[in-house]
């Protein structure tokens, strides 16, 4: 069975199940929805489980004809880091629709378009052929501007205000632009290697030059670094997150952010690794940056989307650094980071959904002692917030453990400056626990209901995840290792 | 000589004066009759013009080329034809008179632009392209009672006069200089050095200018917005759809067949132009408040990328880049012509058609709306729709000819237009309705944009079988 193209066809096949579903039938709508999110979970574990690591490299490989004038072919397969983000789109899109179980209005368009998305992420992890990698890539840009502008909610405060509209207008724009560069980067490639082909196993094996190399690389890691929200190109990040409803701010934040981080790897790191060589001591700066800044205005947020938006900022800069180190235990790292934090955010933007479907507002000043009223929800809250500040025993504290050694090992000042920005998240992580969630409860909180049993069930996966990884990581980290050894010994010229 | 290579065009004929003459015999409230009638009829013709597969003849002595090249363009703009007619039958009934005159004219362009794209000599491809142009300045002003309509006919009439008249100077010095008017004659008069004086160039760059006023490239591009806006709403949809793309279509053949070997001439020219009418197009195109004035600008913007593709027609890269602008050339005309029927659609239910008027559409009409997003998502280059696609093609045949900056500049601009596009989306989607009640379309209408979003999508995520059929029609050019 072709077991890559399944993975697309689903979300697609459930997409056109839906568009000949009538609108009106919110329920089979949501059923069908959560058929399809569940299918495509089984088939990312699947996808998992045959995933051969001892052989690593790309496996499960299928090829169709497309465009043979010019060289393009439908060219799929997976390696041992596209295997932990499949698996990681799979239960964020199966959590992410038990979320969105409340949507009642316009329902069937709001999963059409989640369903595109998703589709649009698991091509590009499961692409070879470039065409294809950049195809994927804009499909999963295109529904946003919708899923925001229509189902998405403004940030309204006296001193500060930020419309839905404005967070989805920036936040697409800010994507393109990056697309821009990724394009002509592409082109650039293809005319420059002459091989009338966008096969990526065609092109690594071409030597492009120091120079072209040089000139070309910051083009795919700005372009797929504005997704995976590189400072100073990230202020996309925290206003679109924040104004769009939860379910996307999960599979946003929580799977496309990873699509970058995956690009500069897929693409940039693979085509120019003498490129990649010479322009990362800039990126680890950019990347300290990223978490100290983040953990920083994560700090001075008052809404509480802002202070998990700017937190996955942050975060990711622990998988910009890693990638930067190109050591191998810190890319390990850095591959972890990006499905721990996936995870991880996924479930923080969940419960901040849920606090602000019951409260009608996200203003941390004015929660008090929400725990003895939504006992669940800050235990949720609690572990992901943990996580979030690298506890060990969760699955952060692995990732950011092997960043840290791998930046110890090559800029040992970045990793202090590094371990700060992890001090800070610990700071605003446990003050924002300790006002929203404990302390006495004010009596406007007195009817808050807790989360829903739906709700629920889709969180405590996600807390099942985060432990899992966090007590036991080996199994991941195995598929994980097998092919960053080769990745980072191609692009230190070992190989 | 063999007339029987001519039966499609000779029926096509035959059909328009039918048309004209069966009008007078109609009632009033039957003359959507002949909309329906002439669009089977066109059916009928394109299926019957099959036989010409795989003939290459010429006749009149190279004056008209049989060969697959036309026959595709024959094929495309017989297909164009029937969907401008059904589309245009709600809004002839509602708003204009004379629906008879009107349908003939829609019949008589589309000859004009199919014998444009067989000649294989100037003079009467320039014929036919007053053919053409004659009948669309007609329609520009077909809606007699309204001021809009009338003033847009006059400045196209003007406008186009006067570029014809720039056209036909150049191909007189073209003529002037190297004695011949047919394409593989000029070809090798270039060839033999002929071509190496101030005439030919001064001709060259005129012929570039009135076919620059032709397809709305900026400097040239003056006339368009202006008539988009006035002309009733089917016309500007073919203006902007068929007529353009049967001057690139002609264009092609004239810069491949007859002027490429003096490709170093004309190639900084064009590459002006492109870069201009794609920043400019996009630009201005933010501003507009009116639909149609916006698409105007779009499809000043995509002229621009088409333009991108013809710059890149060095010998070298000739093949690829002709089978890229073709490829692009169909995808924004199936593109357009979905917005544009949705916007006749959307105009014959509500009489409006300024882009704050679409607020709430999704409310009020979910399938025009999503139709309409989708076409605007193609225009814009967005997988999985044609736009993508053949953007994606186009601009990769300029960067293999080495011109990965321009390619980049029409990149940069494409997100321009999402920006616009996403502008009317906002008001389709994300707005609440000014006005109650659900919108109910027409039946042949829904069927209409059922097919083009079918295509748009279609051709979008499978376009092999499309890009095979382009590369064999444009192949006869090398021959």
Not at chain 1, 2 to 12: D, G, K, N, T, V
Not at chain 1, 78 to 92: A, C, E, H, R, W
Request: glycine letters at 8%; hydrophobic letters at 55%.
């Amino acid at each position: 069975m072709p077991l890559l193209f399944s993975l697309l066809a689903i979300p697609a096949v459930g997409v056109v199940v839906l568009l000949l579903t009538p609108g009106r039938m919110t329920a089979a709508v949501k059923w069908i929805s959560l058929a399809t999110a569940t299918a495509a979970l089984g088939l990312s574990l699947w996808v998992f489980f045959v995933y051969d690591k001892a052989a690593a490299g790309y496996q499960l490989e299928e090829t169709y004809q497309w465009l043979e004038g010019i060289g393009i072919s439908f060219h799929l397969a997976v390696d041992g880091i596209s295997v932990p983000m499949i698996l990681l789109t799979g239960i964020v899109m199966f959590t992410g629709v038990l979320m969105s179980w409340r949507v009642n209005n316009r329902t069937k368009d709001f999963f059409v378009l989640l369903l595109t998305l998703v589709s649009g992420v698991y091509g590009v992890f499961i692409s070879l052929d470039l065409f294809f990698l950049f195809f994927f890539y804009e499909l999963a840009v295109l529904p946003m501007y919708l899923l925001i502008g229509v189902w998405g909610s403004s940030s309204r405060f006296a001193t500060f205000t930020r419309t839905k509209e404005y967070g989805a207008m920036k936040l697409v724009l800010y994507l393109v632009a990056g697309s821009i560069l990724i394009w002509v980067a592409l082109l650039a490639v293809y005319a420059q290697a002459n091989l009338g082909t966008f096969d990526l196993l065609a092109l690594e094996k071409v030597n492009f030059g120091k120079e072209f190399q040089r000139l070309f690389f910051p083009l795919f890691l700005v372009g797929f670094g504005i997704l995976a929200g590189l400072w100073p190109f990230h202020t996309w990040s925290p206003d679109g997150h924040v104004a769009a409803p939860t379910a996307v701010s999960m599979l946003h934040a929580g799977v496309l952010m990873k699509l970058g981080a995956f690009g500069i790897l897929r693409v940039g790191m693979t085509l120019f690794p003498e490129g990649a060589r010479d322009w990362m001591p800039i990126l680890i700066v950019f990347g300290t940056i990223n978490v100290v800044y983040g953990a920083v205005a994560a700090m001075a947020q008052r809404d509480l989307k802002y202070v998990v938006g700017y937190s996955s900022v942050s975060h990711m800069g622990y998988v910009l650094m890693g990638f930067a180190t190109l050591h191998p235990l810190g890319v390990n790292g850095a591959v972890l980071q990006m499905f721990s934090h996936g995870i991880m955010t996924a479930l923080l933007f969940a419960l901040v959904g849920v606090v602000y479907d019951r409260a009608h507002t996200r203003d941390i000043t004015i929660f008090e002692g929400l725990a003895k009223r939504m006992g669940r929800t800050a235990a949720f809250f609690s572990v992901a917030g943990l996580t979030s500040l690298g506890l060990p025993g969760l699955s952060g504290f692995v990732a950011e453990f092997l960043v840290f050694v791998g930046t110890f090992q090559t800029y040992p000042l970045l990793g202090i400056l590094g371990i700060i920005g992890a001090a800070i998240t610990a700071v605003y992580i446990l003050r924002l626990l300790s006002k929203v969630f404990f302390g006495p409860l004010s009596p406007q909180w007195e009817r808050l209901p807790d989360a829903s049993r739906i709700e629920s069930f889709a969180m405590a996966v996600l807390v099942f995840m985060l432990v899992f990884v966090g007590i036991n990581p080996r199994p991941l980290m195995s598929v994980i290792d097998s092919s960053v050894i080769k990745l980072v010994q191609r692009v230190i010229g070992l190989t | 000589m063999n007339l029987t290579l001519l039966i499609p065009e000779f029926l096509l004929a035959g059909l328009g004066f039918l048309v004209l003459g069966a009008d007078l015999f109609l009632p009033r409230d039957k003359k959507h009759l002949l909309a329906y009638g002439s669009a089977a009829a066109l059916a009928a013709i394109a299926i019957s013009s099959l036989y010409l597969l795989g003939k290459q003849e010429s006749l009149f002595s190279g004056v008209v080329l049989i060969d697959g090249y036309s026959l595709f363009f024959k094929l495309f703009f017989l297909l164009l034809g029937i969907l401008v007619l059904l589309a245009s039958v709600d809004y002839v009934k509602a708003y204009l008179s004379y629906a008879g005159e009107f349908y003939g004219l829609i019949i008589f362009s589309v000859l004009a632009m199919i014998l444009m794209v067989a000649a294989g000599e100037l003079l009467s491809a320039y014929i036919a392209l007053e053919l053409l142009s004659f009948s669309l300045y007609v329609l520009a002003s077909y809606a007699r009672h309204d001021p809009k309509s009338n003033e847009a006919g006059v400045k196209y009439i003007l406008i186009g006069a006067f570029s014809t008249g720039i056209l036909l100077y150049g191909l007189s010095l073209i003529y002037g200089s190297i004695g011949t008017t047919f394409y593989h004659g000029i070809a090798q008069a270039i060839q033999a050095g002929k071509a190496a004086n101030p005439g030919f160039v001064a001709g060259l760059i005129l012929v570039i200018a009135g076919l620059g006023f032709k397809v709305a490239a900026v400097p040239f591009h003056m006339w368009a917005p202006d008539v988009y806006e006035g002309a009733p709403v089917p016309v500007t949809a073919y203006l902007s759809v068929a007529s353009k793309a049967a001057s690139f279509a002609w264009l092609l053949r004239l810069f491949v067949e007859a002027f490429s070997p003096a490709f170093q001439d004309w190639r900084p020219v064009i590459i002006a132009l492109a870069a201009l009418s794609m920043t400019v197009g996009n630009l201005v195109a933010i501003h507009q408040r009116n639909i149609k004035r916006l698409l105007a600008y779009s499809s000043i913007g995509q002229a621009g990328y088409i333009l991108t593709g013809i710059a890149a027609l060095s010998p070298l890269n000739a093949s690829f880049a002709s089978t890229a602008v073709i490829f692009h050339v169909i995808g924004y005309a199936i593109t357009n012509l979905t917005a544009f029927a949705c916007i006749i659609a959307y105009y014959n239910l509500t009489g409006k058609d300024e882009i704050p008027d679409y607020d709430g559409l999704a409310m009020r009409n979910p399938f025009i709306a999503f139709v309409l997003a989708i076409a605007l998502f193609s225009a814009a280059g967005l997988p999985i729709f044609v736009g993508f696609t053949t953007k994606f093609y186009l601009f990769t045949a300029a960067a293999k000819d080495g011109l990965l900056w321009l390619a980049a500049l029409a990149i940069v601009n494409s997100v321009i237009s999402l920006y616009y596009y996403l502008v009317v989306i906002r008001h389709v989607y994300i707005s609440s309705p000014k006005e109650e009640g659900r919108l109910h379309l027409p039946r042949v209408m829904s069927l209409e944009l059922g097919v083009l979003t079918s295509a748009i999508v279609l051709l979008g995520v499978y376009p092999g079988p499309l890009v095979r059929l382009i590369t064999a029609a444009t192949g006869v050019l090398f021959s």
